[in-house]
């Protein structure tokens, strides 16, 4: 009874009491991004993302991670349009481009030696819009026409779940990539109907570890 109880008192010494570091880094890619709900924009846009990566390890198998995203998301719908006889001339895009900054946090494990490592996480994340624009694509009979909107909360949140794999490079220097899968959980239009943002995510990106020195007492 009593090794059981020193080993339950010990154990977030052993947990996290290892070496810790903070990860600071920058990361772009791309999103295939669509709507889900009952929304007719219901075909995928591919849009940019990037930004900035923070990551505290509590040692070589579990870290805190978020990441402040400039990330477009939206969804696109295809329609005909016609002369005045009815006759079909083509087809035109109708997207919207919703530009968030999207703030996630996530509980991550780690797994590997050496130089290589692969890696999980699971979180939520919190989008905060920014702007968003409904461009209408005439092309090739006709210019683009692109219109800011208000037709969107201005409060994005869901869940998100990812994996990558990263390679240790120097001593404090890694580069990675990662692919993550994030899902709305509230309705995002301000009008009928139902919209959740979805998105698959993939980026590229190269971190600095800054080791955290022990503290020792006397």
Same mark, same amino acid.
């Given at each position: 009874?009593?090794?059981?109880?020193?080993?339950?008192?010990?154990?977030?010494?052993?947990?996290?009491?290892?070496?810790?570091?903070?990860?600071?880094?920058?990361?772009?890619?791309?999103?295939?991004?669509?709507?889900?709900?009952?929304?007719?924009?219901?075909?995928?846009?591919?849009?940019?993302?990037?930004?900035?990566?923070?990551?505290?390890? #509590?040692?070589?198998? #579990?870290?805190?991670?978020?990441?402040?995203?400039?990330?477009?998301?939206?969804?696109?719908?295809?329609?005909?349009?016609?002369?005045?006889?009815?006759?079909?001339?083509?087809?035109?895009?109708?997207?919207?481009?919703?530009?968030?900054?999207?703030?996630?946090?996530?509980?991550?494990?780690?797994?590997?030696?050496?130089?290589?490592?692969?890696?999980?996480?699971?979180?939520?994340?919190?989008? #905060?819009?920014?702007?968003?624009?409904?461009?209408?694509?005439?092309?090739?009979?006709?210019?683009?026409?692109?219109?800011?909107?208000?037709?969107?909360?201005?409060?994005?949140?869901?869940?998100?779940?990812?994996?990558?794999?990263?390679?240790?490079?120097?001593?404090?220097?890694?580069?990675?990539?990662?692919?993550? #899968?994030?899902?709305?959980?509230?309705?995002?239009?301000?009008?009928?109907?139902?919209?959740?943002?979805?998105?698959?995510?993939?980026?590229?990106?190269?971190?600095?570890?800054?080791?955290?020195?022990?503290?020792?007492?006397?």
């Amino acid at each position: 009874m009593k090794k059981i109880l020193v080993i339950f008192l010990l154990y977030p010494v052993i947990f996290f009491g290892q070496d810790k570091s903070f990860e600071l880094g920058l990361l772009f890619g791309g999103s295939i991004n669509s709507f889900n709900g009952e929304s007719e924009y219901s075909k995928k846009t591919l849009q940019p993302v990037g930004g900035i990566l923070m990551q505290y390890n #509590f040692n070589d198998r #579990f870290s805190l991670k978020s990441k402040l995203l400039y990330h477009i998301k939206g969804a696109k719908r295809s329609l005909i349009y016609t002369d005045i006889t009815g006759n079909i001339i083509g087809k035109f895009d109708d997207h919207y481009d919703l530009h968030y900054l999207t703030f996630p946090l996530l509980a991550q494990m780690n797994f590997g030696k050496n130089k290589w490592s692969f890696f999980c996480n699971s979180g939520a994340y919190f989008g #905060f819009l920014l702007h968003e624009e409904n461009v209408v694509d005439f092309e090739p009979l006709f210019p683009a026409i692109t219109n800011t909107t208000d037709d969107f909360n201005s409060l994005d949140f869901g869940l998100i779940l990812g994996s990558g794999v990263s390679f240790q490079m120097r001593e404090r220097v890694k580069i990675f990539l990662e692919l993550s #899968f994030d899902h709305s959980l509230d309705n995002v239009s301000k009008k009928s109907p139902v919209a959740l943002t979805q998105a698959i995510t993939g980026s590229i990106g190269m971190a600095y570890n800054f080791p955290i020195k022990k503290k020792t007492f006397n």
